[in-house]
């Protein structure tokens, strides 16, 4: 059965307080976190910008199931070795429960080191050299690399797990979605429409077995956005006034500050939310909402509720939602 996990915002919540909800997290059911990482909030009232990386050591102490970022782009921000290094160390720390999870990246949070924001196309080359880099440190031999965006000289890692982490690479469109299955662990993907997560998935499928591999022993990971609270007026201005961002359905990448995001913002209305985030007090919708991808495949679903009221949300999809699922 997929496992049904929580999405920790650290772009909406203080890192403490956000520890605090994972703890309740995996109290009430949930297994497993994947932590946002971001430089900045999409919109000024999200509020927080906490360091992933700093954060999931302190994650890993207290609790006990699987986490990793999703995502981390190793291309602008951060050198694809540093990362490596990183990786490596939380994966030594709490073998078999770190995962790493890696994009092409947002001007939001990359642009922040300046430079020139390139095309989707080179930005895809570039984390396709990332991935290569990363892999060739996590075997633990010396590696030196001279790539066409990136170059490190002979190093190695010494530091390391028992098992390299497995890396899951963010995708939907159908040229990364190809990469992630012929070279990686796993996808990451968000929330859709099904007909849309379905040709992904087939996709991904596919490309795995073009390459020799059984697309039965990579993992699909399913990023979730939900608003809900104890009634449905509530639970719609939650979504309008913290997370905007989710009624924004055009390609997002090249938004370069919060204060853009925010001005985009004025223009959302309640229909944009839909296909993207379920907007509802009734928990059966919820349910339904999560054994709909469950049915269609993916491995993991981590939700991210995005209101304020994160403890309610834990508490009660804990009791009332998590134990109606099924495989």
Same mark, same amino acid.
């Given at each position: 059965?997929?496992?049904?996990?929580?999405?920790?915002?650290?772009?909406?919540?203080?890192?403490?307080?956000?520890?605090?909800?994972?703890?309740?997290?995996?109290? +009430?059911?949930?297994?497993?976190?994947?932590?946002?990482?971001?430089?900045?909030?999409?919109?000024?009232?999200?509020?927080?910008?906490?360091?992933?990386?700093?954060?999931?050591?302190?994650?890993?102490?207290?609790?006990?199931?699987?986490?990793?970022?999703?995502?981390?782009?190793?291309? !602008?921000?951060?050198?694809?070795?540093?990362?490596?290094?990183?990786?490596?160390?939380?994966?030594?720390?709490?073998?078999?429960?770190?995962?790493?999870?890696?994009?092409?990246?947002?001007?939001?949070?990359?642009?922040?080191?300046?430079?020139?924001?390139?095309?989707?196309?080179?930005?895809?080359?570039?984390?396709?050299?990332?991935?290569?880099?990363?892999?060739?440190?996590?075997?633990?031999?010396?590696?030196?690399?001279?790539?066409?965006?990136?170059?490190?000289?002979?190093?190695?890692?010494?530091?390391?797990?028992?098992?390299?982490?497995?890396?899951?690479?963010?995708?939907?469109?159908?040229?990364?979605?190809? !990469?992630?299955?012929?070279?990686?662990?796993?996808?990451?993907?968000?929330?859709?429409?099904?007909?849309?997560?379905?040709?992904?998935?087939?996709? !991904?499928?596919?490309?795995?077995?073009?390459?020799?591999?059984?697309?039965?022993?990579?993992?699909?990971?399913?990023?979730?956005?939900?608003?809900?609270?104890?009634?449905?007026?509530?639970?719609?201005?939650?979504?309008?006034?913290?997370?905007?961002?989710?009624?924004?359905?055009?390609?997002?990448?090249?938004?370069?500050?919060?204060?853009?995001?925010?001005?985009?913002?004025?223009?959302?209305?309640?229909?944009?939310?839909?296909?993207?985030?379920?907007?509802?007090?009734?928990?059966?919708?919820?349910?339904?909402?999560?054994?709909? !991808?469950?049915?269609?495949?993916?491995?993991?679903?981590?939700?991210?509720?995005?209101?304020?009221?994160?403890?309610?949300?834990?508490?009660?999809?804990?009791?009332?939602?998590?134990?109606?699922? +099924?495989?």
């Amino acid at each position: 059965m997929a496992t049904i996990g929580y999405s920790a915002a650290l772009e909406q919540f203080h890192p403490n307080d956000l520890l605090h909800y994972c703890q309740l997290a995996e109290q +009430h059911g949930f297994q497993g976190v994947m932590a946002a990482d971001h430089f900045q909030p999409w919109v000024p009232q999200q509020g927080h910008n906490a360091f992933v990386y700093a954060w999931m050591g302190a994650l890993g102490v207290t609790t006990s199931h699987t986490f990793g970022p999703g995502v981390t782009c190793p291309c !602008f921000r951060y050198h694809p070795a540093v990362i490596a290094q990183a990786a490596a160390t939380l994966a030594a720390m709490f073998p078999g429960r770190f995962w790493l999870g890696l994009g092409s990246g947002e001007a939001l949070n990359e642009h922040v080191v300046g430079g020139v924001w390139p095309e989707p196309l080179e930005r895809m080359e570039m984390l396709i050299e990332s991935v290569d880099l990363v892999q060739k440190l996590l075997s633990g031999n010396p590696a030196r690399y001279r790539g066409r965006y990136f170059t490190m000289e002979k190093v190695q890692l010494y530091t390391l797990p028992p098992v390299p982490p497995p890396i899951y690479i963010a995708a939907t469109g159908p040229q990364t979605v190809r !990469f992630a299955g012929k070279t990686c662990a796993g996808l990451i993907t968000p929330g859709a429409n099904h007909e849309k997560l379905q040709a992904i998935l087939n996709n !991904f499928n596919q490309s795995a077995r073009d390459a020799g591999r059984d697309p039965i022993t990579l993992r699909r990971l399913l990023q979730l956005h939900v608003s809900w609270a104890r009634t449905d007026e509530e639970a719609l201005q939650y979504a309008l006034t913290e997370w905007p961002n989710g009624g924004m359905a055009f390609p997002k990448q090249d938004i370069r500050t919060p204060e853009d995001f925010a001005a985009i913002a004025r223009l959302v209305r309640p229909e944009h939310f839909t296909g993207r985030v379920l907007i509802s007090a009734d928990l059966e919708a919820h349910r339904r909402h999560l054994q709909g !991808f469950i049915d269609l495949g993916f491995d993991e679903i981590y939700v991210h509720n995005v209101g304020r009221n994160q403890e309610e949300f834990l508490r009660v999809f804990g009791a009332e939602v998590l134990p109606s699922l +099924h495989p």
